[in-house]
């Protein structure tokens, strides 16, 4: 019989650290969301902080560091969600789908500054990054493509293109973080019920939207205002 080695424990030099960093990338994702990248300095940074310079490049090695891990946590937030999604046991492709987008534009609105910084500031990202960030992009587009032709091929989807069908899912609800307000007439959770009809209903899943039916918490009579989603908390 064998046991597991148990997690290693993080000590309290680590922990200092980890939390330095966190509070820099809240203040850069700050920064770079209300002023830009290229308009935002380090010196910028250390000043929101009230720390000097050397105290970021102790944890970042340049400004395009900082741009990276933000881009990075921004596309992971979705990833996140896509994984949860497709692990769920004896869940049809349908029911995976509807998952999807709900946690998909849950994670786009909590990670709202992170995506829009993203979206915005990519073409500064160093080639390496860029290319490690796209790929993350990437499998996500595959993975959801990969949904669609599984529910196509047992009959829940009539998608005659899944990969366009996969893009087109990810741009509208990706675009959420455009137009949603927090201080709007839809909660997260009354928008992620809605967006997920919305799904289901580009992939033209009857079946499905009967079983999403049973767990949304929304009225079925408030679907058609989705319609102009675009004013949505606004």
Known sequence: MTTSSPAPVMGIRDEVA??????????????FY??????????????????????IYAHFSAKTELLAEICTRGVASA??????????????PAEKLAALGRRFVTAVLQSQKL??????????????????????????????????????????????????AALAIGGMVGWAYVWY?????????????????????????????RTAAKVSRAPASRAPRTAATRGARR
């Open 34 to 55: 209300e002023r830009g990248y290229e308009n935002t300095t380090l010196d910028a940074v250390a000043e929101r902080l009230g720390v000097t310079k050397p105290f």
């Open 79 to 92: 990833v996140r969600a896509m994984e949860a999604a497709l692990a769920m046991e004896g869940a049809s």
């Open 18 to 31: 980890a939390l330095k960093r966190e509070r820099i990338i809240t203040a850069a994702v700050e920064l």
């Open 115 to 164: 995506i829009a910084i993203f979206t915005r500031e990519e073409k500064n990202l160093l080639p390496g990054d860029f290319q490690r960030v796209s790929r993350m992009r990437r499998d996500f587009d595959h993975k959801l493509s990969g949904l669609l032709e599984e529910g196509v091929a047992q009959g829940e989807f009539r998608i005659a293109d899944p990969r366009l």
């Open 181 to 209: 307000r927090p201080a709007g007439r839809l909660s997260v959770e009354e928008l992620a019920d809605e967006m997920a009809a919305l799904v289901l209903a580009m992939a033209q899943a009857q079946p499905a939207r």
